[in-house]
């Protein structure tokens, strides 16, 4: 299995990935020039459309089971678009400063709600949450927190049956588990599920010694977890243990998060960022930013859609 240069327009800060089932578009984000973006598996064009602060996560959305555009967590709070360029309507405002604290790695669960984590800027204090956003039904939208003790939010996935939510806080090398009783949106039983080294003091990128903190991730139909190696280089495919089952060198020193698509769900696609990198790794890795692919044997699970 090798990857495929699936988008080669890059990104400056590639994030939450999705495909479109109903489309057969491949949507992500590029964090840091605001925008959204889409391509369709047919043709292959890119549309991009600039949003009014930076998009940390997106998620489809779905209305009385019909398509019905986009949800998405800005700096300020989360927005629902009705259609592609559409006018935002505020769902939820933040409850954060947006001027240390934004929006970041998030998606939707299986019954129809947002989840989006955060990202406190200065890095200096775990400051992060969870949020859980339930719409469903017409009812007004509620945003709630559903866990913290973090710097920078990611890695948000759940196990096939449901059962399980991992979360990551990436400067911490850290994945967390949690049993998740879906009905009543509840956590309990909080382990680690995989700890990374830390990054030692003088790295730069080009030595060895550092396999990179986890990013982003996905879950495929088997439960294993992959997650995107951010400075690692490589994409890892962790059990549902947290055993590591396999490695993935990637063609850019930054991946930053994976998702499944294709119509049979075993086309991996991964996202990747060039911003701030050092123009030496960007001459060695030239890609970075760009999305790439590559077929998998067991299929992901399909994306969940937020539903109002």
Same mark, same amino acid.
């Given at each position: 299995?090798?990857?495929?240069?699936?988008?080669?327009?890059?990104?400056?800060?590639?994030?939450?990935?999705?495909?479109?089932?109903?489309?057969?578009?491949?949507?992500?984000?590029?964090?840091?020039?605001?925008?959204?973006?889409?391509?369709?598996?047919?043709?292959?064009?890119?549309?991009?459309? *600039?949003?009014?602060?930076?998009?940390?996560?997106?998620?489809?959305?779905?209305?009385?089971?019909?398509?019905?555009?986009?949800?998405?967590?800005?700096?300020?709070?989360?927005?629902?678009?009705?259609?592609?360029?559409?006018?935002?309507? !505020?769902?939820?405002?933040?409850?954060?400063?947006?001027?240390?604290?934004?929006? %970041?790695?998030?998606?939707?669960?299986?019954?129809?709600?947002?989840?989006?984590?955060?990202?406190?800027?200065?890095?200096?204090?775990?400051?992060?949450?969870?949020?859980?956003?339930?719409?469903? =039904?017409?009812?007004?939208?509620?945003?709630?927190?559903?866990?913290?003790?973090? *710097?920078?939010? %990611?890695?948000?996935?759940?196990?096939?049956?449901?059962?399980?939510?991992?979360?990551?806080?990436?400067?911490?090398?850290?994945?967390?588990?949690?049993?998740?009783?879906?009905?009543?949106?509840?956590?309990?039983?909080?382990?680690?599920?995989?700890?990374?080294?830390?990054?030692?003091?003088?790295?730069?990128?080009? @030595?060895? =010694?550092?396999?990179?903190?986890?990013?982003?991730?996905?879950?495929?139909?088997?439960? %294993?977890?992959?997650?995107? @190696?951010?400075?690692?280089?490589? !994409?890892?495919?962790?059990?549902?243990?947290?055993? !590591?089952?396999?490695?993935?060198?990637?063609?850019?020193?930054?991946?930053?998060?994976?998702?499944?698509? =294709?119509?049979?769900?075993?086309?991996?696609?991964? *996202?990747?960022?060039?911003?701030?990198?050092?123009?030496?790794? !960007?001459?060695?890795?030239?890609?970075?930013?760009?999305?790439?692919?590559?077929?998998?044997?067991?299929?992901?699970?399909?994306? %969940?859609?937020?539903?109002?």
């Amino acid at each position: 299995m090798t990857w495929q240069p699936a988008i080669s327009q890059p990104s400056e800060l590639g994030e939450s990935p999705f495909w479109h089932p109903d489309e057969q578009r491949l949507y992500w984000v590029d964090i840091t020039t605001c925008q959204i973006c889409r391509t369709d598996a047919a043709t292959g064009m890119v549309e991009r459309w *600039t949003v009014p602060s930076e998009p940390g996560c997106i998620a489809p959305a779905r209305t009385g089971g019909q398509n019905s555009g986009l949800v998405m967590a800005l700096r300020d709070g989360i927005y629902r678009a009705r259609q592609w360029g559409g006018e935002l309507a !505020l769902l939820a405002p933040a409850q954060h400063d947006p001027a240390t604290l934004r929006f %970041n790695d998030g998606k939707a669960d299986a019954l129809g709600r947002f989840w989006a984590g955060t990202i406190y800027e200065p890095r200096g204090a775990a400051r992060a949450q969870l949020f859980s956003l339930d719409g469903r =039904g017409g009812r007004a939208p509620v945003l709630e927190a559903k866990a913290a003790d973090a *710097t920078t939010a %990611n890695g948000l996935a759940w196990s096939p049956d449901a059962a399980t939510l991992y979360w990551a806080d990436t400067p911490r090398h850290l994945v967390r588990a949690w049993d998740w009783d879906a009905g009543s949106n509840t956590l309990s039983h909080e382990r680690v599920f995989r700890q990374w080294p830390v990054k030692p003091e003088g790295w730069q990128a080009g @030595m060895s =010694g550092y396999g990179g903190r986890p990013d982003g991730a996905a879950v495929d139909s088997e439960g %294993n977890y992959y997650v995107a @190696m951010y400075e690692g280089g490589r !994409l890892l495919k962790l059990s549902p243990t947290g055993e !590591l089952l396999a490695e993935f060198a990637v063609p850019a020193q930054c991946p930053t998060m994976p998702c499944f698509g =294709g119509a049979d769900l075993k086309t991996l696609y991964l *996202t990747t960022a060039r911003h701030g990198r050092p123009a030496a790794e !960007l001459q060695a890795w030239p890609d970075s930013g760009c999305i790439f692919s590559m077929r998998v044997e067991v299929p992901g699970l399909p994306v %969940n859609f937020f539903r109002d």
